[in-house]
T-cell receptor, first 112, second 110 residues
């Protein structure tokens, strides 16, 4: 059983609102990731972290930001949500190269 | 950048064998993983190849050829519950970030 949690599971918000998607893991993993995935489509890496206070942007340009102040916590923030941000956001963690990545259940975001 | 290409859809008969291919172009390649994702669910890990050759885990096997920048996932004795999307993923680059392929939707028919 993966010990990685995302909240909220579903979120509908208005354009221009600031939101933070939460992701926490209790496995002590150094590496954490945020992916964006539209239904039936591929996973796009938008942010990753290889340890506390170390974050990098992924391959897909994103208007979101992340922080990694504690090993177990990797929140993603959208300062001003737009309809184009409507998607599913998946958080994952792993021990390192070649290790299994564990995924949270995702947050389905709808911006109206 | 990184790119991993897969066929978009594959259909196979229950009880048969199916192979899902993945070709990649990545810098600083370490290895290739495979994940399964059912509709509405999160991806779950199936296998990892850090070295060339075949890795077997029950009904699933995965193969890697670094010289050809190619890998595949082999599913045997297909069951209806195997209907899902399958993604290859590479860990690559200086920080070994995990990048996913385009995904293959497998439909198993009776």
């Amino acid at each position: 059983e993966a010990d990685i949690y995302q909240t909220p599971r579903y979120l509908v918000i208005g354009t221009g609102k600031k939101i933070t998607l939460e992701c926490s893991q209790t496995m002590g993993h150094d590496k954490m990731y945020w992916y964006q995935q539209d239904p039936g489509m591929e996973l796009h890496l938008i942010h990753y972290s290889y340890g506390v206070n170390s974050t990098e942007k992924g391959d897909l340009s994103s208007e979101s930001t992340v922080s990694r102040i504690r090993t177990e916590h990797f929140p993603l923030t959208l300062e001003s949500a737009r309809p184009s941000h409507t998607s599913q956001y998946l958080c994952a963690s792993s021990r390192g190269a070649g290790a299994e990545a564990f995924f949270g259940q995702g947050t389905r975001l709808t911006v109206v | 950048g990184q790119s991993l290409e897969q066929p978009s859809e594959v259909t196979a008969v229950e009880g048969a064998i199916v192979q899902i291919n993945c070709t990649y172009q990545t810098s600083g390649f370490y290895g290739l993983s495979w994940y399964q994702q059912h509709d509405g669910g999160a991806p779950t890990f199936l296998s990892y190849n850090g070295l060339d050759g075949l890795e077997e885990t029950g009904r699933f096997s995965s193969f890697l050829s670094r010289s050809d920048s190619y890998g595949y996932l082999l599913l045997q004795e297909l069951q209806m519950k195997d209907s899902a999307s399958y993604f290859c993923a590479s860990d690559s680059g200086g920080y070994q970030k995990v990048t996913f392929g385009t995904g293959t939707k497998l439909q198993v028919i009776p």
